[in-house]
């Protein structure tokens, strides 16, 4: 037995209690930026293998969830990029055919919503409104709305975790709450 083995040992166990008690909350974080929950699971993945493979470089300067939300961010960034690529590649006309075999010559079909329930609670409506509406906020916004408001994060919190100034950081979520409410203004209205 090498005399290192032992420390390895001891440094698995603490990065799987870091991951037990991060998982979720990165997690949520990554599905909030992304809007989709198999990339979002992938992503925590993702973060908590890059996380493991830096861990010995971990300063212990910020908050071990900062730290963490860094490495989840740039790989929100990348994936938000990627997408963007993708999507400049790969236009499709809703008229154009079908590749599918069974249905050749048919075309794509949007599906119509305006035909939904009637009677749905206020509760649920209002807040689906609100995720649409924060899922429409430019990315630089929609980060420091999910940072505060879905992880409750002080404004210093969110500095260390983007590296934006305090003023950036109040000027950006003032500006993303009056997106939303711009946005949202027909829902609360009396």
């Known amino acids: 037995m090498k005399p290192s083995e032992p420390e390895d040992d001891d440094r698995k166990l603490d990065f799987t209690a870091l991951v ?7 997690f949520n974080v990554i599905y909030r930026m992304l809007g989709d929950y198999e990339e979002a699971a992938d992503l925590t993945q993702e973060t908590f293998i890059s996380a493991f493979r830096h861990y010995d470089r971990f300063r212990g300067d910020s ?66 409104k609100i995720m649409a509406a924060i899922d429409t906020l430019p990315p630089d916004y929609k980060e420091v709305v999910v940072l505060r408001e879905f992880q409750n ?38």
């Open 153 to 190: 994060l002080s404004y210093n919190e969110i500095v260390e975790a983007t590296g934006l100034s305090l003023e950036n950081v109040k000027t950006r979520l003032s500006r993303a709450r009056g997106m939303l409410r711009r946005k949202l203004e027909s829902y609360y209205k009396p």
């Open 20 to 26: 037990a008690k991060y998982e979720k909350r990165i």
């Open 63 to 128: 908050k071990v969830f900062t730290w963490l939300f860094q490495i989840a961010r740039n790989l929100c960034i990348n994936r938000v990029r990627q997408r963007e690529r993708q999507r400049s590649l790969h236009i499709e006309s809703l008229d154009q055919p079908r590749d599918l075999d069974d249905e050749k010559g048919s075309t794509r079909e949007v599906p119509d919503w305006s035909n939904s329930p009637q009677i749905v609670l206020e509760d649920k409506e209002l807040r689906e």
